[in-house]
């Protein structure tokens, strides 16, 4: 792997300081260190220091509070040089601008039309294409059993479907979706070398930048058309604007369901009592979908907010031009918030519903209740098919991708009964 060109990359993270595996080959462990190390931990990313926040409640605190902002040139790392685009996560955060980039009146603009496009109505509108589109699916999962009956449940079902439903959404052909999948797999592989990865950036604006281009001269019934067309009196958003939500919801659109639905899965098989619960009708789906969320969370850190003044957090100080990252695996874990058995997954949990997993506040995810949406069809309609699912390998063997912000596996092998 490529080592990141900065100075802070060439010194010791110090004593006290977890290191973030750019491998994930220990998560259960990771998450424990950082939760271990109290409520805001000091973390290494690629050799770059930070704060994460561990722990519920002031996670939801720092959340709301208006002096971490998302603005880069609030970052002292950034401001001084220490950080550069040759830093492998940088695109994670200098993603052009967008809804996810900026804060105050300037979010609320940008993400006006997005919040209008995904309400609940909107959403029920779309069901039955999310329902076709999955059985759709289905019927390739079962077309592509190889001779030992082993399929990969998310290359063929859990990574198409939220593709698919996003791209509906966005107005992009499906001819391009297996590109997208591509593109993004790659930006966000940390086996990527930064050369490499910055170049997918430029050829994910030049796509939407043409897409949008396209959709200006003809709009048609989707969402880059109404964030292109502005409302009577309102300002109309820039190119670049909607290029960067654009480029930022695609990528959030699909990766967090499809770590949804696997750890969903996985959870189930691995605890078959559960699964006879929700099958038997003694639980419901909610509960499997929000349980996940908050045990085995689609996101396990997100990149990055910086502070514009000194901020206080129990006995610890984050400084005026810091980083924090929010790391919603260790929250979701909170024994504070969710008991001393925060550790097990227990969808008749009381708490399981309280959990912070899509955000909190301005920038609380826009597309929770589509991920929501497309899980609980998904879910049910996998299992109603193929009742006799079971995984092909031991649990132990499934493998986390090399990937520092998402939760999501190589591969999930499975047998459909």
């Known amino acids: 792997m490529n080592c990141p060109h900065t100075a802070a990359a060439q010194t010791d993270p110090g004593a006290g300081t977890v290191v973030i595996d750019p491998m994930v080959q220990d998560l259960d462990g990771e998450t424990a260190r950082l939760r271990d190390a109290g409520v805001l931990a000091r ?15 002031e996670a939801r605190q720092l959340l709301l509070d208006p002096r971490l902002v998302k603005d880069i040139d609030a970052w002292g790392l950034w401001q001084s040089g220490v950080v550069t685009r040759a830093w492998p996560l940088i695109g994670m955060i200098d993603a ?15 993400r006006t039309k997005t919040s209008q496009a995904l309400t609940p109505r909107r959403l029920e509108a779309i069901r039955p294409e999310i329902e076709k589109f999955t059985d759709e699916l289905l019927d390739a999962l079962d077309a592509a059993r190889g001779e030992d009956g082993v399929v990969d ?42 050369e490499e990865r910055l170049a997918l950036l430029a050829e994910l604006d030049v796509f939407y930048t043409d897409l949008v281009r396209e959709k ?40 967090t369901t499809i770590g949804l639905v696997l750890n969903a899965v996985r959870a189930l098989l691995s605890h078959p009592d559960q699964l006879r619960m929700v099958l038997a009708g003694e639980a419901g789906w909610d509960a499997v979908i929000e349980e996940t969320l908050r045990w085995d969370t689609p996101t396990t850190h997100l990149l990055m907010r910086f502070a514009t003044e000194d901020i206080t957090v129990g006995d ?43 955000g909190h506040g301005p920038h609380i995810c826009p597309g929770a209740a ?48």
Do not use: C
């Not at 052009?96 to 940008?110: I, Q």
């Not at 292109?228 to 939500?245: K, R, Y």
């Open 96 to 110: 052009g601008r967008s809804m996810f980039t900026v804060d105050g009146a300037e979010h609320r603009r940008l």
């Open 153 to 194: 449940l998310k290359s063929v079902f859990a990574q198409p479907l939220p593709m698919k439903v996003v791209g509906m959404l966005m107005g992009v052909d499906e001819s391009q979706h297996a590109m997208l999948t591509r593109q993004y797999k790659a930006f966000f592989s940390m086996l990527t070398p930064q």
């Open 370 to 417: 589509l991920s929501r949406v497309e899980a609980g069809i998904a879910l049910p309609a996998l299992f109603t098919r193929f009742p006799g699912l079971r995984l092909a390998v031991p649990d132990e063997e499934i493998t986390k991708l090399p990937v520092m912000t998402q939760n999501d596996m190589t591969a999930f092998p499975v047998l459909l009964g």
């Open 216 to 255: 200006t001269a003809r709009p048609t019934d989707d969402l880059t058309s109404a964030l292109i067309l502005a409302e009577e009196g309102g300002e109309p958003l820039t190119e670049e604007e909607v290029v960067g939500n654009l480029k930022a919801m695609v990528a959030a659109g699909h990766e």
């Open 43 to 57: 973390i290494d990313l690629l050799g770059v220091p930070a704060w994460t926040v561990t722990r519920h409640a």
């Open 316 to 358: 610890d100080v984050i400084r005026k031009g810091e980083g924090v990252v929010v790391s919603y695996r260790a929250i979701g874990r909170d024994v504070g918030h969710h008991g001393p058995d925060a550790d097990a997954f227990d969808i008749t949990r009381p708490t399981r519903n309280r959990h912070m997993t899509f």
